[in-house]
């Protein structure tokens, strides 16, 4: 069934940001409101000049694009460029996918996880500058692939269910390599400080 996987993830995220954050977090209610928003609109869409576009992929890339017009005019140009690389990489593994699918060893959502998911850790090391470029490069290829599909007469919907799956698993794949990240972070720390101590003992 399209969309169980982004359906089961954002009911727990919600109960983690409502729940189990610390109501001091300035981004817990901001959060909340987001996730729960997002699963109230994900399956209704508008068309526009014969494209099918959900709600959810505006959401998506009003706040990739509110968030990137903050920053520095480098880094908004360089959030452009990495935005462009995860948006040709979508597209070029759709594009095999359609006219070479018996390359893909297991299920497409994860194999295009994977893919997405590194390029986003190899281009930003801030773990919320990842999610960022995911949104607005997933969508910018959504955008693409449905205009390529539409020229071959194929109806491709923008952010339909399927998509909020993938984005779905990309953020639980970010949000454990985050927890490595730190985990790693800590190990690190905890060796240095008792290397440090045994330097003192000799």
Known sequence: ??????????WIYWTITTFFVSRKCPLRLKQSIIILLAIIISPY?????????????????VIAYTYIAK?????????IISSLIIAIAYVSFNLFELYAPIWLIFKREWMLSF?????????????M??????????????????????RLSISYPIGSLIFIDLIAVIITLLF??????????????????????KQKLL
Do not use: C, P
Not at 115 to 127: D, G
């Open 176 to 197: 454990a390599w985050y927890a490595i990240e730190q985990a790693a972070a800590s190990l690190s720390q905890y060796f240095t400080s008792l290397e440090k101590e």
């Open 129 to 150: 500058n990842r999610f960022i470029v995911v949104f607005s490069g997933t969508i910018q290829g959504e955008m693409l692939y449905s205009i390529v599909m539409k």
């Open 1 to 10: 069934m399209d969309g169980q996987i982004f359906y089961w993830f954002s």
């Open 115 to 127: 893919i997405i998911t590194f390029l986003a850790v190899f281009l930003h090391k801030k773990n």
């Open 71 to 79: 920053l520095k005019q480098l880094s908004i140009i360089y959030f």
């Open 45 to 61: 869409y508008f068309s526009v000049y014969e494209y099918d576009v959900y709600f959810i992929s505006l959401l998506l890339i």
